[in-house]
């Protein structure tokens, strides 16, 4: 039960592991293994973000001049949908959770595999339907409705969208099964010994996604059903001219979506705590108060969709009310963000790839976090509802904090996927052009949103032009730092230095096993008698600061 | 000090109350946001390199928050964040209530133009809405096909414009001027060209203004400009006026770029194919009566999107705009896309 292995002990690669036990393709595609369905997700995901990227690089291309650049009107609205879909629904939504979560939550509960391993893999293909449905639905019928699928545009666009929304009806189901499989395995497969406060942060994080996974996601999947029925059927439900509301249909969407976004942000958070307490040698300085504050934002935000409203017409007191309450969602990731830095505080901090992304991502939650309680503060939303602004609050918040938080995941658990350490010199290097290219990217959208140009433009006034050409060249630094990545991390997976298995010298559970672990996981069932975050000496004198 | 942050944070001009009114929260609020995320960052790079590794695996205290802690990080930001949400509410409900006395304007958006009828006897208007300086205006505003939202980045207002139903929206301009109209709720292809523009008028001059065009559209002479310049010049100047007033180049480019209309460049007798697949020739009778009749004789490739004029120009108005069209003849045989934007802000000659 060493929480560190032996510093002068050469590493070896586990002859045997998760990776070759069985052999063939048709083993992968029928596995029941969590971690082969993790990394199956990693491959999904990793080729839609791609494809997610290469849409977003042509929106910045076209933004390049105030006039047409590269393409035409209609071509820019399929590539902003596209883009929009792509990445909320097949990489942002199963990034962190499908990848992440179904490799490691066993791992940390000391469990042989989840609950129902049938239905995990069921909905590794009810992914692949969903999306293989929706994208090619959305190249082929020219869907150019935003992500956002708004009533009566969505209705009456005579472009294809039906097909597109059973994509993500298919997509919804996915998520739903993932959720209820993960909340099962933490409630029943805990290992002896490992008591809910005794749970990594990372499981409290998935725990409180798997909640709201459950419950929000059968309600989008209506909603875009509901828009279908309308289509095809030609009932009136959301459009006025055949007798329907069209604000029913962004109650109803933004009662998944809003929601949503924390199906996103959750996860990445719950892989900041465990990250920054292990690089950072650290016991998770408040562990309740960042486990409780998953549940509270999980919570409260089932409770905040209004604030996407705002100039909707819907009553001021709504608004009032959706504000108020939005205010709570940024209290509680305040509570993160001051348990994180502080447990940085008498730390022994090892500089490394993971950490850059922490940095970066503190900074990002930060100004991405008190720029949504900025937009929700009604007064101000007025001005900056449907501008850059918002475009460049979410970015902050999906790109800043979600993506930072899945490239401190791949770096931080990239050994114990493989066995195989990255080059840590190009991870540093890529990892401040990622950094600084995002902010580059962003931070001229506040300034174009302040200045008021509206979102989805394809064509703006020209007094934009200066921000405009400033994001689109910080966007090609941020992809350029994703080209660094791909190269050495594809390089490492042959080549990279063995890892050993525990290079980061973590208390985690999942480090307890080899990297990359055998397919059982672990020999014996791991009997947990310490706190997987404590970095406490054994048999010395326990130091106990309060501040 | 308030221009100043306003230049920085590339804020347009304060031409409405409202705006004078909510964009002090706004530096309010972006301040503390900027010196928190960057206190945060700042914190966090002095800890990681005071608290750096000194040797491998090495151990470290138990670091537990005190109640006080936990009660001073989650108070200091309900604090600031509630005090946020107090002020920005108050203005929001002073911003919603439009006082009794406002002028009323009817605001249609439709895909992608801006209509605007003024209560009593009119007159009606596309793209361009007059308005007094230093009074309420009142916008009812309904859209005849999506959702669209009228926004006036210089005015700091916004509001969706819905498909059966009326929203309002009121704004008090405080300096005469020109100020854009833009659409923000997504709506299709030319969302991002579904402009219009405000123009402020000192109050006697709108006065005079109402007065004019009231008076019925056969005596109308552009005398009406906020300019105050009256016309003179050619037909051709007077047809190119009215072209820029009632909107018309909005649609229709003068550079030769197709837009949501065909060009007008080289429009005289070129020869048009139609949807049905006919062809006609674009003379002086086709142009009259495409606008009085725009729906009759689409051109290939276009959207029936055009409103009638029937009613809304006179005779001698539509023979202007005809020799305007006529005057627009390219140098050379070849149209070589200009560099310049499609579209172009509405200026007086």
């Given at each position: ?239 006025p ?6 604000v ?62 705002f100039v909707s017409g819907q009553s001021p007191f709504?608004n ?58 009604v007064s101000l939303d007025v001005h900056w509802h449907d501008t ?64 008021g140009?509206p ?6 006034p ?86 | ?10 804020l347009p001009v304060q031409a409405s109350t409202l705006a004078t009114r909510i964009d ?64 920005g509410y108050k203005d929001y409900i002073w911003y919603t209530t439009p006082p009794k006395d406002a002028m009323d304007v009817y605001v249609m958006g439709k895909k992608w133009m801006w209509k605007f009828a003024y209560g009593g006897q009119g007159p009606n208007a596309i793209g361009t809405l007059h308005v007094p300086q230093g009074r309420p205006v009142r916008l009812l505003m309904t859209s005849r096909d999506?959702i669209h939202s009228f926004y006036v980045p210089d005015f700091r207002i916004k509001q969706d414009v819905l498909p059966g139903r009326y929203t309002e929206t009121w704004f008090e301009a405080t300096q005469p001027g020109r100020y854009q109209i833009l659409c923000a709720e997504?709506c ?6 579904m402009w219009g523009e405000v123009v402020v008028m000192p109050a006697a001059e709108f006065d005079q203004w109402l007065l004019e065009q009231r008076r019925g559209l056969s005596e109308r002479v552009d005398t009406s400009t906020d300019d105050g310049a009256s016309f ?9 006026k009215i072209a820029m007033a009632e909107g018309c180049v909005k ?56 409103p009638t004029y029937k009613g809304r120009l006179a005779?001698?108005e ?27 802000p509405v200026k007086r000659?």
């Amino acid at each position: 039960m060493s929480q560190s292995s032996d510093p002068e002990a050469v590493p070896v690669y586990p002859a045997v592991n998760y990776l070759n036990a069985d052999r063939g393709v048709w083993s992968w595609f029928s596995t029941l293994d969590h971690k082969r369905i993790g990394l199956m997700y990693l491959i999904t995901a990793l080729f839609f973000f791609l494809v997610g990227g290469i849409f977003a690089m042509a929106i910045r291309l076209e933004l390049l001049t105030p006039g047409p650049t590269i393409m035409g009107a209609n071509t820019y609205n399929r590539m902003f949908t596209l883009h929009g879909v792509v990445m909320i629904f097949l990489f942002m939504i199963p990034a962190i959770p499908g990848v992440f979560g179904n490799f490691l939550l066993p791992l940390m509960l000391g469990a042989k595999d989840v609950a129902f391993p049938r239905l995990n893999l069921l909905s590794l293909y009810l992914y692949w339907t969903g999306a293989l449905l929706a994208v090619g639905a959305m190249v082929m019928g020219g869907t150019d409705t935003g992500w956002t699928f708004y009533a009566p545009y969505s209705t009456s666009t005579p472009t294809t969208v039906f097909p597109a929304l059973l994509g993500v009806f298919i997509l919804g189901f996915s998520s739903i099964l993932t959720g209820l499989n993960f909340i099962v395995t933490i409630h029943t497969l805990r290992a002896p010994g490992l008591g809910w406060m005794r749970l990594q942060l990372f499981i409290w994080a998935i725990y409180a996604t798997s909640i709201i996974q459950v419950l929000a996601t059968p309600v989008i999947g209506l909603t875009v059903l509901l828009v279908g029925i309308e289509r095809v059927g030609g009932f009136g439900l959301f459009d006025p001219t055949k007798g329907g509301d069209p604000v029913l249909f962004q109650h109803m969407f933004w009662f998944y979506s809003h929601p949503a976004v924390y199906i996103m942000v959750l996860p990445s958070m719950g892989v900041i705590s465990d990250a920054i307490a292990a690089v950072a040698r650290k016991n998770v300085f408040g562990y309740k108060m960042i486990a409780y504050s998953s549940l509270g934002i999980a919570f409260v935000g089932f409770f905040a969709w209004g604030h996407h409203m705002f100039v909707s017409g819907q009553s001021p007191f709504d608004n009032g009310a959706f504000a108020a309450i939005s205010m709570l969602v940024g209290v509680f990731t305040a509570i993160k963000v001051f348990n994180w830095v502080g447990t940085l505080y008498r730390g022994a901090v090892r500089v490394s790839a993971p950490l850059v992304y922490i940095c970066g991502f503190l900074f990002f939650i930060v100004f991405g976090g008190m720029t949504g309680i900025a937009v929700a503060t009604v007064s101000l939303d007025v001005h900056w509802h449907d501008t850059y602004f918002v475009v460049a609050h979410f970015h902050f918040i999906m790109v800043g904090a979600v993506i930072m938080g899945f490239l401190t995941a791949l770096h931080y658990w990239f050994p114990k996927m493989f066995g195989r350490m990255y080059h840590e010199g190009w991870a540093m290097v890529a990892a401040s052009f990622i950094v600084l290219g995002f902010m580059a990217t962003f931070i001229p959208q506040f300034l174009a949103g302040n200045a008021g140009m509206p979102r989805r433009y394809y064509m703006y006034p020209e007094r934009f032009e200066a921000l405009n050409v400033a994001s689109t060249a910080g966007s090609s630094l941020l992809a350029f730092g994703f080209v660094i990545i791909a190269i050495y991390l594809i390089y490492a997976l042959r080549h990279g230095a063995i890892a050993g298995d525990n290079p980061w010298d973590s208390g985690g559970i999942e480090w307890m096993t080899s990297s990359p672990p055998p397919k059982e996981n672990f020999h014996t069932t791991p009997i947990i008698v310490r706190d997987p975050h404590s970095y406490q000496g054994h048999g010395e004198e326990v130091e106990h600061v309060v501040i | 000090m308030n221009d100043l942050m306003r230049r920085l944070l590339w804020l347009p001009v304060q031409a409405s109350t409202l705006a004078t009114r909510i964009d002090y929260l706004h530096y309010f609020v972006i301040t503390v946001t900027m010196i928190s995320s960057i206190a945060t960052g700042l914190l966090a790079f002095i800890l990681l390199f005071k608290y750096r590794e000194r040797r491998r695996a090495q151990s470290t205290p138990l670091v537990m928050p005190s109640v006080k802690f936990e009660i001073v990080v989650i108070g200091v930001p309900l604090f600031f964040f509630f005090l946020w949400f107090v002020q920005g509410y108050k203005d929001y409900i002073w911003y919603t209530t439009p006082p009794k006395d406002a002028m009323d304007v009817y605001v249609m958006g439709k895909k992608w133009m801006w209509k605007f009828a003024y209560g009593g006897q009119g007159p009606n208007a596309i793209g361009t809405l007059h308005v007094p300086q230093g009074r309420p205006v009142r916008l009812l505003m309904t859209s005849r096909d999506v959702i669209h939202s009228f926004y006036v980045p210089d005015f700091r207002i916004k509001q969706d414009v819905l498909p059966g139903r009326y929203t309002e929206t009121w704004f008090e301009a405080t300096q005469p001027g020109r100020y854009q109209i833009l659409c923000a709720e997504y709506c299709g292809t030319w969302h991002s060209q579904m402009w219009g523009e405000v123009v402020v008028m000192p109050a006697a001059e709108f006065d005079q203004w109402l007065l004019e065009q009231r008076r019925g559209l056969s005596e109308r002479v552009d005398t009406s400009t906020d300019d105050g310049a009256s016309f003179h010049g050619s037909i051709v100047e007077y047809g190119k006026k009215i072209a820029m007033a009632e909107g018309c180049v909005k649609c229709h480019s003068l550079d030769g770029q197709p837009h949501i209309g065909p060009t007008w460049l080289d429009l005289y007798l070129r020869r048009e194919t139609l949807e049905n697949g006919e062809t006609v020739l674009a003379d002086e009778g086709y142009l009259t009566d495409s606008m009085i009749d725009p729906r009759g004789k689409i051109v290939k490739g276009y959207k029936p999107v055009m409103p009638t004029y029937k009613g809304r120009l006179a005779a001698p108005e539509a023979a202007a705009l005809v020799e305007f069209i006529k005057s627009l003849r390219s140098p050379s045989l070849e149209n070589v896309p200009s560099k310049e934007a499609i579209y172009e802000p509405v200026k007086r000659p």
